[in-house]
């Protein structure tokens, strides 16, 4: 049985191949053929000038030890409550132990290469898509009309959910603004908030950066009276 180096993560590791090869029982292991191949593992590495890890030393002193016990008589001790305690028990252990954590790694490290398939776009400031030196065409400030529509979303996070039907079809900003000029032709004056029917976010992206464009072209006049009262958006007329 040929082996390379850095094959394995650890004295461990070699262990459950050698098991595996052998078609080995990991409750049952044949400790004497398991010393055997783990020491011929060892001396390979020496004839090649490797250096062989402590930690690979460590556990063939173990199993030599281990093996020895089970070659006397009578090498299962009797506990305090009448079962018996198999010298293998304690290897058997760690050994279970070690398979639990290195499956799951190998499952983590599947999620990882999944993820790396996945990108993600950090959150923007809407201000990022509209002119700075762009202005309404009312007293109503950019900042003044995004703080009523986070308030707005607020509130209906508290309520329940519109029956609404989203599409999966992507939405732009300049159909959604065909949209909007629809809606004003039927009703030339309509609440800000009732431009928004679908709370999803792309939706509600596109729809505001439509309203904001429609505003700067001088197509749409926003108003609202007073503090507090509902913001009205209407059609410009055409003169």
């Given at each position: 049985m040929n082996f390379k180096i850095n094959e394995f993560e650890?004295?461990?590791?070699?262990?459950?191949?050698?098991?595996?090869?052998s078609k080995m029982d990991i409750m049952n292991i044949e400790i004497e053929k398991i010393t055997e191949?783990?020491?011929?593992?060892?001396?390979?590495?020496?004839?090649?000038?490797?250096?062989?890890?402590?930690e690979y030393l460590v556990m063939a002193s173990e199993l030599i030890e281990l093996k020895s016990k089970l070659?006397?008589?009578?090498?299962?001790?009797?506990?305090?409550?009448?079962?018996?305690?198999?010298?293998?028990?304690?290897?058997?252990?760690?050994?279970?132990?070690?398979q639990a954590y290195k499956e799951i790694t190998k499952v983590l490290k599947e999620k990882e290469e999944l993820r790396k398939e996945i990108y993600t776009?950090?959150?923007?400031?809407?201000?990022?898509?509209?002119?700075e030196n762009a202005k309404l065409t009312t007293d109503i400030t950019l900042d003044d009309l995004v703080e009523a529509f986070k308030k707005y979303l607020e509130r209906k996070k508290e309520s329940k959910p519109l029956k609404t039907k989203v599409t999966t079809n992507e939405i732009s900003v300049s159909s959604r603004r065909l949209e909007i000029k629809s809606i004003l032709k039927k009703q030339p004056r309509v609440s800000f908030f009732e431009l928004f029917p679908v709370l999803n976010k792309e939706y509600i992206v596109v729809t505001f950066l439509a309203i904001l464009e429609m505003s700067?072209?001088?197509?749409l006049i926003?108003?609202?009276?007073?503090?507090?009262?509902?913001i009205i958006c209407e059609v410009r007329d055409e003169k």
């Open positions: 650890g004295p461990l590791d070699l262990l459950l191949h050698l098991i595996k090869e191949q783990y020491i011929s593992y060892l001396n390979e590495q020496e004839k090649m000038n490797l250096e062989i890890a402590s070659l006397l008589p009578n090498p299962k001790v009797e506990k305090e409550e009448g079962e018996t305690f198999d010298p293998r028990e304690e290897l058997v252990n760690r050994l279970l132990e070690y776009k950090s959150p923007e400031s809407v201000k990022n898509y509209v002119d700067k072209d001088k197509e926003i108003t609202q009276e007073k503090n507090f009262d509902d």
